[in-house]
């Protein structure tokens, strides 16, 4: 059985930061495609960022250069370094995982940004 839960959301200040992890179990991890997703209220959910099976990264306009994602492929996890937050990134973050037709989604985690 597939599993995917994230972790790691909270509070926090404006221009603080916080690291969202996101641990998979039940699938061949190192061959999975990884992403960060999120869903403000009233709006679309939207890609924030990825990472593909051969580590490249690729990130939406509004988080370059303040987000990281990583991946440990030993610990089945996929990290989001989230830096000089602002209240536009309040939003649950989802993580997907995606390998071809097989595509998993967590239950996501709020991050709440206070101005």
């Known amino acids: 059985q597939v599993q995917v839960v994230e972790s790691g959301g909270g509070l926090v200040q404006s221009g603080g930061s916080l690291r969202l992890s996101c641990a998979a179990s039940?699938?061949?991890?190192?061959?999975?495609?990884l992403g960060w997703y999120r869903q403000a209220l009233g709006k679309q959910r939207e890609l924030v960022a990825g990472?593909?099976?051969?580590?490249?990264?690729n990130y939406a306009d509004s988080v370059n250069g303040r987000f990281t994602i990583s991946r440990d492929n030993a610990k089945n996890t996929v990290y989001l370094q989230m830096n000089s937050l602002k209240a536009d990134d309040t939003a649950v973050y989802y993580c997907?995982?995606?390998?071809?037709?097989?595509?998993?989604w967590g239950q996501g985690t709020q991050v709440t940004v206070s101005s």
């Open positions: 990472i593909g099976v051969d580590a490249r990264t």
């Open positions: 997907n995982v995606k390998s071809g037709i097989r595509d998993y």
């Open positions: 039940g699938i061949i991890f190192r061959v999975y495609n």
